[in-house]
């Protein structure tokens, strides 16, 4: 049976799909799609074109309608004469049913992805270590187990003779039966790297932990390289980090540990939340966390919920101690309306000052506002987690308390 890997779309010209429904008017879908226009890159395919349609709910056989595929259809074959080559990828913003990837693909005759497949193929890619490549391939058997119709339609007998004849065993029942030990070998893979890890948690003694929560590519890692002084890979795509990192911090005289985890996307594929457990314990584990927003984003606040919707999955009962960390306000701008314009004022009308003073009222000052690049505010962050980290420190050894009051003295004094 064919490996499930990374599929290389380099190069590969994209067209992508989505629904306006009743739930999803026409610019939250144009915001969706940018998205997965971002995610298509970042895999390394070249979308060109975007179709829409309006529908009540997807149409249970195809998605779209049979115009609208009909459509698209037109669309690969005009660009099939291209010397470049045609489209040969279509990717659809939401994840398609079994039935609908066979039909769909059966008409179009070219390679069909929904968004599940296509961050799938993204996390492959950027899998490095041992850990985040069994979670991964687990992610994939799981999405491919119920899909396997699509991907045979030899389903005869494979063998014939004497001893064999009856019903036998069709090609999909054996693959099916070949996947299903897998995923079962790779779930004891992974039960035994969390073993690992939960050594290697009780080794850190008792150091308080935090932990870097957020929406993907708003600057986790940017921020962890500045505080920690590592030099944890960061970039300008989304899901950069798979791996969870954790790294001493020390400031002043506390030390803590600090780890970078991986960001949380809309619709996150339930296979990689469930796959990514050990991933997630750093989260659950943590003392406190520092979720971290891009304040650049026109969605920033919706970005925002999909992470405490996320938070709230993996620690059900459990309210940690959280600071918002808006990140990127050098990338940040606005559009201030004209004393005229009596339309009612958007997101884009409103500036950072307004921002800022309304989340630091919202959050207690418990938020903060800074550039990881252009080091802005850095200090005043450090400052910042340094009492955090301070207060749940003092509650668990309350005897240190007395040597941190000596330490502040002693620094008082020099200055």
């Given amino acids: 049976m064919k490996e499930f890997i990374h599929t290389q779309m380099a190069s590969e010209r ?34 060109e074109r975007r179709f829409l349609q309006r529908l009540d709910y997807p149409n249970p056989r195809t998605y779209v309608g049979t115009g609208k595929l009909q459509e698209i259809k037109d669309y690969i074959e005009m660009t099939a004469e291209d010397e470049e080559g045609g489209v040969g990828l279509v990717i659809f913003d939401d994840e398609l049913s079994p039935k609908q990837m066979q039909n769909i693909e059966r008409e179009l005759q070219v390679k069909i992805l929904d968004r599940t497949s296509l961050i799938l193929d993204i996390f492959a890619l950027r899998a490095q270590t041992a850990n985040a490549k069994t979670q991964v391939e687990l992610a994939q058997y799981q999405y491919l187990l119920p899909r396997l119709t699509r991907l045979w339609t030899h389903l005869e007998r494979q063998r014939g003779g004497i001893g064999m004849r009856g019903p036998g065993e069709t090609q999909i029942e054996t693959d099916r039966r070949i996947i299903l030990d897998r995923i079962s070998r790779l779930k004891e893979e992974l039960r035994n790297i969390d073993r690992q890890k939960i050594i290697q948690r009780k080794n850190r003694g008792k150091m308080v932990r935090v932990a870097l929560v957020g929406y993907t590519n708003v600057g986790k890692s940017t921020l962890m390289n500045l505080l920690s002084k590592s030099d944890v890979f960061a970039e300008n795509k989304l899901f950069a980090t798979l791996d969870t990192t954790v790294r001493k911090v020390i400031i002043d005289n506390l030390p803590f540990l600090l780890s970078d985890t991986v960001g949380f996307i809309r619709k996150l594929p339930t296979h990689l939340v469930d796959s990514f457990k050990s991933t997630l314990d750093e989260v659950r584990e943590a003392d406190m966390l520092v979720h971290v927003v891009d304040i650049s984003h026109p969605a920033f606040e919706e970005q925002i919920e999909v992470v405490n919707r996320t938070l709230h999955d993996i620690c059900p009962n459990e309210e940690k101690p959280m600071i918002i960390v808006f990140n990127k306000i050098d990338a940040f701008t606005y559009v201030e309306k004209a004393a005229d314009d009596l339309t009612p004022r ?46 749940i420190h003092t509650q668990r050894f309350p005897y240190n308390d007395f040597l941190f009051q000596h330490y502040e003295e002693d620094t008082t004094d020099e200055e």
């Avoid at 799609?33 to 970042?42: C, G, S, V």
């Avoid at 690049?373 to 340094?386: D, F, H, P």
């Fill in 14 to 47: 994209a067209v992508l799909v989505s629904l306006i429904t009743a739930n999803q008017n026409e610019a939250k879908t144009n915001e969706y799609l940018d998205e997965l226009a971002f995610l298509a890159e970042t895999a390394g395919a070249r979308p």
């Fill in 346 to 391: 958007t997101r884009e009308n409103i500036s950072l000052d307004e921002l800022r003073e309304t989340w630091m009222a919202k959050m207690n000052d418990s938020c903060i506002f800074i550039s990881a690049t252009e080091r802005s505010n850095i200090e005043e962050l450090k400052a910042m987690l340094y009492q955090r980290v301070k207060e």
